[in-house]
């Protein structure tokens, strides 16, 4: 029994074939408490989400990785394990496997913003002096409704985290949103504190994932009976209704986006460049 002992505590050093620099980061990562195997997050997940942490912190771009066998046995998981975080890195444009070479932390992309209407109208009414503030009316996770499992192709035991807002400008509510995201994309998202913080800052610090497009939608509609309570209008005044899909850097849907605006409070304003006939 010993000698077993032994032996386990041997595959779980530094495997002599590891990058140093890389190696030592996963050591730390390894011995950190992090990976919890009674945890509902699959293993994989965690591995991702802690890599993905700690590129561009301790393991800088053009690094080298350990193999997938020596990273196996720094954190006493399975190949498979590995290879799915590996994979799901290298998706998202934070790892590079170069053929014959090894794994490599990829240069930084050129990133865009989060694409919805909320930097671009928000982020407007303030440069021009006004007071933006928001409100949460729901956040948590749930069972996906019909247009949720559409948009991210779930299965029946799927789930979503929702994120509902009120955005208020100089006191007077102007957008009613609600951002849904494919809960397994985003383990246990639904224990943050969220209150000031921006959704798609916690995407990119704490799951590595970006925005790369989005496809939007406007339609005038009359608002629900919520929508109207919450936005303190008539349930008669029609609302700019603004409807979007953001797409990761796999082209995978990462978040959708509904929303009502209430132009009576400010107008959208579109800049556009000089048309030659």
Do not use: C
């Amino acid at each position: 029994m010993a000698g077993a002992n032994h032996e386990k505590s041997h595959r779980r050093g530094r495997p002599r074939n590891a990058d140093g620099v890389a190696a030592d980061v996963l050591q730390r990562l390894a011995t950190s408490g992090r990976f919890l195997r009674s945890s509902d997050v699959p293993l994989w997940i965690q591995l991702k989400n802690a890599l993905a942490e700690e590129i561009g912190k301790g393991l800088e771009p053009d690094a080298r990785l350990p193999s997938e066998q020596s990273i196996a046995e720094i954190f006493d998981v399975s190949r498979p394990v590995v290879r799915a975080a590996l994979a799901g890195l290298a998706s998202e444009g934070l790892l590079e496997k170069v053929p014959r070479r090894g794994i490599f932390v990829a240069q930084p992309r050129t990133e865009t913003d989060f694409l919805t209407s909320n930097v671009s109208v928000h982020s407007d009414l303030e440069a021009r002096g006004h007071v933006v503030t928001s409100r949460a009316f729901t956040f948590g996770r749930f069972p996906p409704d019909e247009d949720e499992r559409r948009v991210f192709s779930l299965p029946p035991d799927g789930s979503v985290i929702r994120v509902g807002r009120i955005y208020r400008s100089d006191g007077k509510p102007i957008t009613h949103t609600l951002i849904s995201l494919p809960g397994h994309k985003v383990p246990e998202m639904e224990s943050f504190d969220i209150e000031g913080q921006s959704i798609f800052q916690i995407l990119k610090d704490r799951y590595g994932l970006i925005s790369k497009r989005a496809e939007r939608w406007f339609t005038a509609e009359l608002p629900s009976a919520n929508v109207a309570r919450r936005l303190e209008v008539r349930e008669t005044q029609p609302l700019i209704a603004i409807e979007s899909i953001a797409y990761d850097t796999n082209d995978a849907p990462l978040e959708y986006y509904r929303a009502f605006y209430n132009s009576s409070v400010a107008r959208i304003h579109v800049s556009t460049g000089t048309f030659n006939n």
